[in-house]
C-alpha cells in the first residue's frame, strides 16, 4: 500500500511511496484509511518543533474502517467506522484513574510499536497513527467507533483539530453565557475554538489573526468581531473600556501571542493556553502582576477531557446543527498531492485540507 514518508526532519517533501504495515498482533487494529486531515502539528513533527524520530510517516488526524482485529480487542470489529486516535485513553494508566484521561501518555509507548516498513527500515506513524498512509495498524484502544452517518472526513477532523478547540472553550475554559471571549489565531483549532465560544453562549467573540481571509471565514463560524493583531488593544478599549475579556485563547503556541492574550483577558479573568510551542520557547510575566491581576491561566491538551466523551458531544452538536463541521473543509487533495497540502498550510491558503485516501 501507498504511504507518505518524511525522510529526515527538516525536510519539507513528502515522498508517497509502496511501504508495509508491520506490528500486527494481539492488542492491535489494521484500519485502511480513507480520510486524514492535515493539522499544523504535523508541520511542527516534520520540521522538528515537535520531536519525533525519522524516517516517519506523518499525519495523526484520521478516520477509517477497522480491517482486522488482534486477539483480545472486542470494542470494534471489522467494517466499524473509526476515528484513528493519537492520543487515546488507556484507562489503566494513574492519569486515567484520577479522571485526566486526555493526559494519558500511553500514547507514547505506541512509537515503541512502528506500523511501517521501507525495505529493511522499520518507521513508525506519527504519534503512533501515520494517517498518511492507505493503511495503518494501530494499537486497539486507539480506534474509538463513531456513528456511521458521520462522514469520514468529519470524523478526521475530530481526530485532533475539532476536539483540541471545541474542547478548550467547553471541558477546560468552560465558557459561561453572556460572557465577553478573544480568540488569537484562526486556524482549524482557532476557529474551533470560536465555534466551542459560541455553542457555550458567548456574548462576545473577538477573533484575532493578521490574515484577512481567515478573520472574514471567523465571523461566518460565530464570531461577532475579527481583527488584525495590532487592532486587539483598540477593540478591547472599545469593547471592554480596558477592562479586558472574561476569556482570552491562545491558539498559535508563541510567547508573544500568549503575552497577547494574557494582556487581553481582565483581571480575574481566564487565559487558556491551546497553542503548542517549542520547548525552547517560554513566556515573560511578572509574578507580581499575575498574583495582583489574579488572572487564571489554563493550559488545554487535547480539549481538556475524555476524548471520548468530546467526540461524543461534538457529533451530537454537528447533529443538531449548532456547530459547522463541513465548511471547515476548504481543500481537498488526494494522497499522491499530499505535497500541496502542506503549501496550502504553510501559506495560509487553507483552513484545512483533508487528504482523500481512500
Same mark, same amino acid.
Given at each position: 500500500?501507498?504511504?507518505?514518508?518524511?525522510?529526515?526532519?527538516?525536510?519539507?517533501?513528502?515522498?508517497v511511496k509502496e511501504l508495509a504495515t508491520t506490528s500486527f498482533?494481539?492488542?492491535?487494529?489494521? +484500519?485502511?484509511?480513507?480520510?486524514?486531515? !492535515?493539522?499544523?502539528?504535523?508541520?511542527?513533527?516534520?520540521?522538528?518543533?515537535?520531536?519525533?524520530?525519522?524516517?516517519?510517516?506523518?499525519?495523526?488526524?484520521?478516520?477509517?474502517?477497522?480491517?482486522?482485529?488482534?486477539?483480545?480487542?472486542?470494542?470494534?470489529?471489522?467494517?466499524?467506522?473509526?476515528?484513528?486516535?493519537?492520543?487515546?485513553?488507556?484507562?489503566?494508566?494513574?492519569?486515567?484513574?484520577?479522571?485526566?484521561?486526555? !493526559?494519558?501518555?500511553?500514547?507514547?509507548?505506541?512509537?515503541?510499536?512502528?506500523?511501517?516498513?521501507?525495505?529493511?527500515? =522499520?518507521? #513508525?506513524?506519527?504519534?503512533?497513527?501515520?494517517?498518511?498512509?492507505?493503511?495503518?495498524?494501530?494499537?486497539?484502544? %486507539?480506534?474509538?467507533?463513531?456513528?456511521?452517518?458521520?462522514?469520514?472526513?468529519?470524523? %478526521?477532523?475530530?481526530?485532533?483539530?475539532?476536539?483540541?478547540?471545541?474542547?478548550?472553550?467547553?471541558?477546560?475554559?468552560?465558557?459561561?453565557?453572556?460572557?465577553?471571549?478573544?480568540?488569537?489565531?484562526?486556524?482549524?483549532?482557532?476557529?474551533?475554538?470560536?465555534?466551542?465560544?459560541?455553542?457555550?453562549?458567548?456574548?462576545?467573540?473577538?477573533?484575532?489573526?493578521?490574515?484577512?481571509?481567515?478573520?472574514?471565514?471567523?465571523?461566518?463560524?460565530? %464570531?461577532?468581531?475579527?481583527?488584525?493583531?495590532?487592532?486587539?488593544?483598540?477593540?478591547?478599549?472599545?469593547?471592554?473600556?480596558?477592562?479586558?475579556?472574561?476569556?482570552?485563547?491562545?491558539?498559535?503556541?508563541?510567547?508573544? @501571542?500568549?503575552?497577547?492574550?494574557?494582556?487581553?483577558?481582565?483581571?480575574?479573568? @481566564?487565559?487558556?493556553?491551546?497553542?503548542?510551542?517549542?520547548? @525552547?520557547? %517560554?513566556?515573560?510575566?511578572?509574578?507580581?502582576?499575575?498574583?495582583?491581576?489574579?488572572?487564571?491561566?489554563? #493550559?488545554?491538551?487535547?480539549?481538556?477531557?475524555?476524548?471520548?466523551?468530546?467526540?461524543?458531544? =461534538?457529533?451530537?452538536?454537528?447533529?443538531?446543527?449548532?456547530?459547522?463541521?463541513?465548511?471547515?473543509?476548504?481543500?481537498?487533495? #488526494?494522497?499522491?498531492? +499530499?505535497?500541496?497540502?502542506?503549501?496550502?498550510?504553510?501559506?495560509?491558503?487553507? !483552513?484545512?485540507?483533508?487528504?482523500?485516501?481512500?
Open positions: 500500500m501507498r504511504a507518505a514518508v518524511l525522510h529526515r526532519t527538516g525536510d519539507k517533501t513528502l515522498e498482533g494481539p492488542g492491535r487494529v489494521r +484500519v485502511k484509511v480513507h480520510k486524514a486531515g !492535515l493539522c499544523r502539528s504535523d508541520l511542527s513533527a516534520m520540521n522538528g518543533v515537535f520531536p519525533h524520530p525519522a524516517p516517519f510517516v506523518p499525519g495523526h488526524e484520521g478516520a477509517g474502517e477497522v480491517v482486522e482485529c488482534g486477539e483480545g480487542v472486542t470494542h470494534v470489529k471489522p467494517g466499524d467506522r473509526v476515528i484513528i486516535c493519537w492520543m487515546p485513553p488507556c484507562d489503566e494508566c494513574p492519569a486515567c484513574k484520577a479522571g485526566d484521561s486526555h !493526559l494519558c501518555r500511553s500514547g507514547y509507548a505506541n512509537l515503541a510499536k512502528p506500523g511501517f516498513q521501507d525495505g529493511e527500515t =522499520i518507521l #513508525p506513524g506519527m504519534f503512533g497513527a501515520g494517517t498518511f498512509a492507505e493503511e495503518t495498524v494501530i494499537a486497539g484502544y %486507539a480506534a474509538i467507533p463513531v456513528p456511521n452517518d458521520v462522514p469520514y472526513e468529519i470524523a %478526521a477532523l475530530m481526530g485532533c483539530g475539532v476536539t483540541t478547540g471545541i474542547g478548550a472553550a467547553l471541558n477546560t475554559a468552560k465558557v459561561r453565557p453572556g460572557s465577553s471571549v478573544v480568540v488569537i489565531g484562526l486556524g482549524g483549532v482557532g476557529i474551533s475554538i470560536v465555534q466551542g465560544a459560541k455553542v457555550a453562549g458567548a456574548a462576545r467573540i473577538v477573533a484575532v489573526d493578521p490574515t484577512a481571509n481567515r478573520r472574514e471565514l471567523a465571523l461566518k463560524f460565530g %464570531a461577532t468581531d475579527a481583527v488584525a493583531a495590532e487592532d486587539l488593544d483598540p477593540v478591547k478599549q472599545r469593547l471592554t473600556s480596558g477592562f479586558g475579556f472574561d476569556y482570552a485563547f491562545e491558539a498559535v503556541g508563541r510567547p508573544v @501571542t500568549f503575552r497577547a492574550a494574557y494582556d487581553a483577558a481582565r483581571p480575574g479573568g @481566564t487565559v487558556c493556553l491551546v497553542g503548542v510551542g517549542a520547548r @525552547t520557547e %517560554a513566556p515573560e510575566l511578572s509574578m507580581l502582576k499575575m498574583v495582583s491581576s489574579e488572572k487564571k491561566i489554563l #493550559p488545554s491538551f487535547y480539549g481538556g477531557g475524555d476524548v471520548r466523551r468530546t467526540f461524543g458531544t =461534538i457529533i451530537d452538536l454537528w447533529r443538531a446543527g449548532r456547530i459547522d463541521l463541513d465548511s471547515m473543509i476548504t481543500h481537498h487533495v #488526494p494522497l499522491a498531492d +499530499v505535497n500541496e497540502a502542506v503549501r496550502q498550510m504553510e501559506t495560509g491558503e487553507a !483552513l484545512r485540507t483533508v487528504i482523500d485516501i481512500a
